[in-house]
């Protein structure tokens, strides 16, 4: 029992140095990118952003299991007992435990309590809010389209797209009437862009991941692929309405339509002012509009794949690789 | 605006809380034996069950009630469309407040603080663009 917990507390302290490592990483690596990626299309910086957010998370899971791989496999039987190998430093083993550093098991408990609590967090406003799109989505009635549209009753607040795998668009009844049909055509393409990129899918992997690494360094990545998406589907919404200054006329209209007396007075962690402005700005300095495809999903699935694969095949190496560095290092 | 002064009428309703209202709706006032009168087949319920959550309803502020003889007549506070916007308000109002994130899909971040002085000079900007390429 009490070698388990430790190797529990081990694992959790792997996983943490694991992902703070590869965050730093992907921060220093977007230090150096930043000005590169500003001038590429707000796609590709989404594309960046989201792999740079989904990587320390697939590095210490990878990681992790693979250091954690053969105790497992020996207590399954499908390996020979590895620690008869080396008697020399530290045990990362559920069965030959040579006891748990304090240092360990402070890192390690500190980790994992985090992540729990963490996770719950993300977990339960994930729950808290699909219920209520859902509540609101029973309150409307569908109008039509490719990509189900969603008229909900009440004062202009909602184009919203939701839906992980079945994607739907919550319209405003109100919000509609108070837009010219070209400026609806500009709000309803830009969230079928979102729904196409498979946006709300990703903004809650990237939530998730976002549990493997510090706070603020979670939210500048998952702020970069928001703000990036944006533009993207501003990009998208030009192309498919072919006038990129009908967009802002639109993005710009429905500012103005949601500001009134149901505008919440709390602070909400929003893009602001500043975003607003930068869209308009960039759809208006448009001058070719091209849409581009998302290929975030794709390339985060086989980065995570290129690192786990190899790091699983060497399971043996990396396991005392680790073992030798929290010797050294604890 | 009756509704916004009562916030905590909006909130989603039950399935047996929708029957009841629905019926409630139908009809200028309503008793309980009434309700459960009109309640048949699967939404069937017992009269006590009835009453209860006639009271419950009161409690939240979509009845209002007054004696009749020994009974209670219950009346809507709010009529079906009033409830409906209202709910579908609170609840646009509580994702956008609770759910920062949420303004990844929607087409303008509702929550922003965006004033006039910004969006004239925006507007200024799309008629000036919209000059230029005529």
């Known amino acids: 029992m009490i070698a388990a917990l430790s190797f529990l507390l081990e694992c959790a302290a792997i996983a943490a140095l694991l992902a703070t490592g590869a965050s730093l990483l992907v921060l220093a690596v977007s230090a150096v990118l930043v000005p590169v990626a500003s001038r590429a299309s707000p796609s590709l910086r989404a594309d960046l952003a989201f792999l740079g957010g989904v990587l320390p998370a697939a590095a210490a899971i990878a990681g992790t299991l693979s250091a954690a791989a053969p105790p497992i ?3 399954l039987g499908l390996a020979t007992d590895h620690c008869q190998t080396h008697g020399h430093h530290l045990h990362l083993c559920f069965v030959h435990s040579a006891g748990l550093r304090p240092a360990i098991a402070t890192l390690g408990a500190f980790s994992l309590a985090t992540f729990v609590f963490r996770g719950c967090s993300v977990l339960s406003r994930f ?12 309150l409307g009635s569908i109008v039509s389209g490719e990509l189900p549209v969603v008229a909900v009753p009440g004062p202009p607040r909602m184009c919203h797209a939701t839906g992980l795998l079945r994607g739907r668009i919550l319209l405003s009844s109100s919000l509609a009437e108070g837009l010219g049909p070209g400026e609806v055509r500009c709000a309803l393409a830009h969230e079928e862009a979102h729904l196409r990129r498979r946006d709300p899918l990703a903004n809650l992997l990237m939530s998730l991941a976002g549990l493997f690494v510090p706070t603020p360094v979670s939210r500048l990545l998952q702020r970069a692929y928001r703000s990036a998406a944006e533009e993207a589907c501003d990009a998208d919404a030009a192309a498919a309405v072919g006038d990129p200054a009908l967009v802002a006329e639109a993005l710009v209209k429905v500012a103005a339509v949601q500001r009134g007396p149901w505008q919440p007075a709390e602070t909400v962690p929003a893009f602001g002012e500043l975003a607003l402005e930068r869209r308009v700005r960039l759809l208006l300095a448009r001058t070719g509009i091209r849409s581009r495809p998302t290929h975030a999903l794709l390339v985060g699935v086989a980065t995570s794949l290129a690192i786990a694969l190899p790091l699983l095949v060497e399971a043996a190496s990396f396991h005392h690789a680790v073992e030798t560095v929290l010797h050294r290092l604890f | 605006m009756p509704i916004a002064m009562n916030r905590r009428a909006l909130q989603p309703l039950g399935e047996l809380e929708t029957a009841v209202m629905d019926v409630a ?10 309700v459960c009168d009109r309640m048949t087949g699967t939404q069937e319920r017992a009269y006590t069950t009835i009453m209860t959550t006639l009271d419950r309803l009161h409690r939240k502020g979509l009845l209002r009630r007054e004696k009749d003889g020994l009974a209670w007549r219950y009346e809507p506070a709010l ?3 009033e409830f409906e916007k209202g709910l579908a308000d609170e609840l646009a109002a509580r994702i956008l407040a609770d759910h920062g994130d949420a303004a990844l899909s929607a087409f303008v971040d509702a929550a922003a603080k965006v004033d006039d002085t910004l969006l004239d000079e925006l507007r200024r900007l799309i008629t000036l663009r919209r000059r230029e390429t005529r």
């Open chain 1, 73 to 75: 496999a020996s207590a």
């Open chain 1, 127 to 138: 729950l808290a809010m699909r219920r209520r799109l859902l509540q609101l989505q029973r």
């Open chain 2, 25 to 34: 709706w139908k009809r200028p006032s309503v008793t309980a034996r009434e």
């Open chain 2, 79 to 81: 009529t079906k469309s």
